[in-house]
């Protein structure tokens, strides 16, 4: 198809240029891959077939907004509160991993935005830039919150806390979802997984404590990278679930270290769980299934959010994310009742097309997208959005974008099986099997 002892390829007068594509088809065969390829497949890979992503888009498409026409929208605001900070508008960047995947400017230019914007930023524990690094990127003005993927290991996260308290970050956020990543087909065919080619570790590799734990085990970082980021990335999804019973002590543990700053609960779907949290007294919830990626099948998180927020909205911050790609979706789920939104994978993608600046831009955007809607649909401020400015679309509307989404997959389907076919073709080739 493109061979590279065509005789051709000598007479023209400009390279061959088509056989950059053999050799990206060859990578794998030398145990590389395609430049790119771990962070789009990485950014785009949802739980199983796809199912909760696609729940996620059609509650959206459910829901329509009702504008209002002749308001004097001239003087309207985006502004709002998160817990005690004034910020730009209802919207945050929501925690994402190992930003160094997408671009090497990483989580530091990411939160350099957020603070220029200001809007929230939340810091994964799977970022991969130091606690210490994001805090200087995003400065003294920005508002920041750390996220927890809490290790069994108390006194890394209490050192984990420790730091991110130090440096500025002003809530907890736990994530519970995540103990393990879902099983997404996409990440499991092409073994991307960039912990364990020994990248991303950054923020464990900063941890005295951590740094402890490897001396332990005779991992010396600079010696085995790949050892020290496996066994970090091991530390925080170690695939072994908290239960309840650990809150108490993580809440007691990140006030005292805070002076009592807000503790949230990221990836709540149920309305018992929401309603365990106020029992508990926690301050936050994040209504959330991860974008999608951890549980095929479930509930849209806008859906969740609906009947969460009427259960206890009234007793708690309710925060949003999951699904959100444009101002409408936000003006949406605080119509629903959230008080806030938090956005992923937008950002993700603004990132990896053209680092910080695709950030901006993004982000700037979405503001901009907001900014005009509110003054087209005669919004003034966020306490204009309520279940008044909502309609409904129509149940065929869903069969269509179930349609669209059928073909999507469809195609998604034909790429893996002809993953598996070269992977098949190598077992043959190498005599062995899985
Ligand atoms: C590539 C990727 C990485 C993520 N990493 C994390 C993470 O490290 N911690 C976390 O709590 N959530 C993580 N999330 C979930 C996001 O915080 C958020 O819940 C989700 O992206 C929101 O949905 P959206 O991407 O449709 O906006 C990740 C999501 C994506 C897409």
């Known amino acids: 198809m493109s061979d590279p002892t065509n005789p051709h390829i000598k007479e023209r007068t400009t390279p061959q240029w088509g056989l950059y594509q053999r050799e990206n088809f060859w990578r794998q ?13 990485y950014a785009s890979s949802n739980a199983g077939m796809s199912n909760t992503h696609l729940a996620n888009r059609q509650a959206f498409y459910r829901h329509r907004l009702i504008p ?18 004034s910020v730009s508008a209802p919207i945050g960047f929501a925690p994402v991993g190992i930003n160094k995947i997408y671009h090497s400017a990483g989580e530091a230019a990411v939160s350099k935005v957020a603070s220029e914007l200001n809007l929230p930023y939340c810091l994964s524990t799977a970022g991969s830039t130091s606690i210490e690094k994001v805090a200087s990127a995003n400065g003294p003005k920005g508002t920041r919150f750390f996220q927890l993927y809490m290790p069994h290991d108390d006194e890394l996260t209490v050192s984990l806390l420790t730091r991110a308290w130090e440096n500025g970050f002003d809530a907890l956020i736990l994530t519970t979802d995540t103990w393990q990543l879902g099983w997404r087909h996409d990440d499991v065919a092409l073994s991307n997984y960039a912990f364990y080619r020994g990248f991303g570790a950054d923020m464990g590799l900063s941890d005295p404590v951590f740094l402890s734990r490897c001396g332990a085990d005779g991992i010396d970082p600079d010696v085995d990278v790949v050892a020290a980021s496996t066994k970090w990335i091991d530390s925080i999804w170690h695939g072994r679930a908290w239960s309840w019973e650990k809150i108490p002590w993580l809440m007691e543990t990140w006030r005292g270290i805070s002076g009592g700053r807000p503790f949230v609960i990221k990836g709540i779907q149920s309305v018992g769980d929401a309603r365990r949290c106020v029992e508990l007294g926690v301050e936050g919830i994040v209504v959330s299934n991860h974008a999608g990626r951890q549980v095929d099948g479930a509930v849209a998180s806008l859906d969740a959010l609906e009947r969460i927020a009427e259960a206890v909205g009234e007793r708690i911050y309710v925060m949003f994310d999951s699904g959100v790609r444009g101002a409408s979706d936000v003006v949406k789920a605080l119509a629903l009742g959230a008080r806030f939104v938090f956005i992923g994978r937008l950002w993700i993608w603004g990132l990896s097309i053209q680092g910080e600046d695709g950030v901006r831009h993004v982000m700037k955007s979405l503001l901009a997208d907001m900014d005009i809607l509110m003054g087209v649909a005669g919004f003034n401020g966020v306490e204009d959005f309520n279940r008044d400015i909502l309609g409904r679309s129509c149940f065929c509307c869903d069969v269509r974008m179930a349609a669209d989404f059928e073909m999507q997959s469809r195609i998604r389907r034909i790429t893996r099986s002809y993953h598996r076919r070269i992977c098949e073709w190598k077992t043959l080739r190498d005599g062995c099997c899985f």
């Open 29 to 41: 065969n030398e145990g590389t891959t395609p430049l790119f390829n771990t962070g789009k497949y």
């Open 68 to 85: 209002n026409q002749l308001i004097d929208t001239n003087n309207r605001s985006t502004r709002t509160k998160i817990f005690d900070h």
